[in-house]
């Protein structure tokens, strides 16, 4: 199982670091992911680390500004959000995933998404 935690209200410019728990034997090996829905929106790709933190994607809306990371030993991955932006409202949702990636048009997706965590709700204020 997966528990996504560390979202809130915070204003425009602010930084928030998500955290994604894993209990069992979800997460040693797979490729661990952030991913967020907005109100009326469908659910994107946000960043995403491999199994022993050596290779990272993001997504053009994160770059730059959000730092995804995993700590194995504790059984959990993190994403550090800066500078944010009321655009980067949304429910933010963790995911393990296997078989790598597509990239097409801009839009990135895991090939196979597995266990998915219940989401965190971010909201940032103007």
């Known amino acids: 199982q997966l528990q996504a935690s560390g979202g809130g209200l915070v204003q425009a410019g602010g930084s928030l670091r998500l955290s994604c728990a894993a209990s069992g034997t979800t997460f040693s090996r797979p490729n661990m992911n952030w991913l967020r829905q907005a109100p009326g929106k469908e659910r994107i790709f946000v960043a995403a680390?491999?199994?022993?933190?050596?290779?990272?994607i993001y997504s053009s809306v994160a770059r730059g500004r959000f730092t995804i990371s995993r700590d194995n030993a504790a059984n959990t991955v993190y994403l550090q959000m800066n500078d944010l932006k009321p655009e980067d409202t949304a429910v933010y949702y963790c995911?393990?995933?296997?078989?790598?990636?597509?990239?097409?048009?801009?839009?990135?997706?895991?090939?196979?998404?597995?266990?998915w965590g219940q989401g965190t709700q971010v909201t940032v204020s103007s």
């Open positions: 680390i491999d199994w022993n933190g050596t290779s990272r």
């Open positions: 995911a393990t995933s296997t078989g790598g990636y597509t990239h097409i048009d801009g839009d990135t997706r895991a090939r196979e998404y597995g266990v």
